[in-house]
């Protein structure tokens, strides 16, 4: 059986869009013969649920998760965030070698520079990796202005994604602009590269159910 190694800081029960997105996907994956898990951090719930247990390791249907880092709401202040974000790093890469070897990885920009860090583990691991394009960092942050595009971080920040996104099997996009960001800033080769716009559910509830159409 296949093993698919999922890796995003944001996961069920995380309120955030991703988190969302990211269940529905793999909800709608558990007919096929795959073996899949998640590599993410801990969710920040809503008031009245703190105290509700949310294990290192869990199951959401057939989908392993494994939780990484601490357990806080690091939405609060800028230190927390990056205490956070430091011991959820540092957690996964233990657990995404272990995990990793044999499997395919796909990693969705959440952390923001999650294209190197996949990039570098695939090194020392030996595995191959997919790249989920939900943002394109530095770009973003130039575009927000809060980045100079001149700046040496930026320029090496590019250096590295450009590498790490030419290496990756196939690196999924959101549109056609960052398609064509990616294609004509990063040298991605347009083969690589796979349109796959969001969705959403349209009742409330449930998991996603992909339109099936025969050609």
Same mark, same amino acid.
């Given at each position: 059986?296949?093993?698919?190694?999922?890796?995003?800081?944001?996961?069920?029960?995380?309120?955030?869009?991703?988190?969302?997105?990211?269940?529905?996907?793999?909800?709608?994956?558990?007919?096929?013969?795959?073996?899949?898990?998640?590599?993410?951090?801990?969710?920040?719930?809503?008031?009245?649920?703190?105290?509700?247990?949310?294990?290192?390791?869990?199951?959401?249907?057939?989908?392993?998760?494994?939780?990484?880092?601490?357990?806080?709401?690091?939405?609060? +202040?800028?230190?927390?965030?990056?205490?956070?974000?430091?011991?959820?790093?540092?957690?996964?890469?233990?657990?995404?070698?272990?995990?990793?070897?044999?499997?395919?990885?796909?990693?969705?920009?959440?952390?923001?520079?999650?294209?190197?860090?996949?990039?570098?583990?695939?090194?020392?691991?030996?595995?191959?990796?997919?790249?989920?394009?939900?943002?394109?960092?530095?770009?973003?942050?130039?575009?927000?202005?809060?980045?100079?595009?001149?700046?040496?971080?930026?320029?090496?920040?590019?250096?590295?994604?450009? +590498?790490?996104?030419?290496?990756?099997?196939?690196?999924?996009?959101?549109?056609?602009?960052?398609?064509?960001?990616?294609?004509?800033?990063?040298?991605?080769?347009?083969?690589?590269?796979?349109?796959?716009?969001?969705? +959403?559910?349209?009742?409330?509830?449930?998991?996603?159910?992909?339109?099936?159409?025969?050609?």
């Amino acid at each position: 059986m296949n093993r698919v190694l999922l890796v995003s800081q944001p996961y069920w029960p995380d309120l955030q869009s991703t988190s969302h997105l990211l269940d529905e996907l793999l909800g709608a994956m558990e007919e096929a013969p795959l073996d899949l898990s998640v590599v993410c951090g801990y969710p920040v719930l809503l008031a009245g649920d703190e105290d509700r247990p949310i294990p290192a390791t869990d199951r959401r249907g057939k989908v392993r998760v494994f939780r990484c880092g601490l357990r806080l709401d690091y939405k609060r +202040s800028l230190p927390l965030r990056a205490l956070y974000m430091a011991a959820f790093v540092l957690s996964a890469t233990w657990r995404i070698l272990r995990e990793g070897r044999g499997a395919l990885v796909c990693a969705v920009t959440n952390p923001p520079f999650s294209p190197v860090w996949i990039h570098a583990l695939s090194r020392l691991a030996g595995f191959r990796y997919q790249i989920v394009c939900h943002d394109v960092f530095p770009d973003g942050l130039v575009a927000l202005g809060k980045l100079r595009d001149d700046r040496l971080s930026a320029r090496l920040w590019r250096r590295a994604n450009r +590498s790490a996104l030419r290496g990756a099997e196939a690196v999924v996009v959101l549109g056609r602009d960052m398609r064509d960001l990616l294609r004509d800033r990063y040298g991605v080769a347009e083969e690589r590269l796979r349109l796959v716009p969001h969705w +959403s559910v349209a009742d409330g509830g449930g998991r996603f159910e992909p339109e099936r159409t025969d050609l």
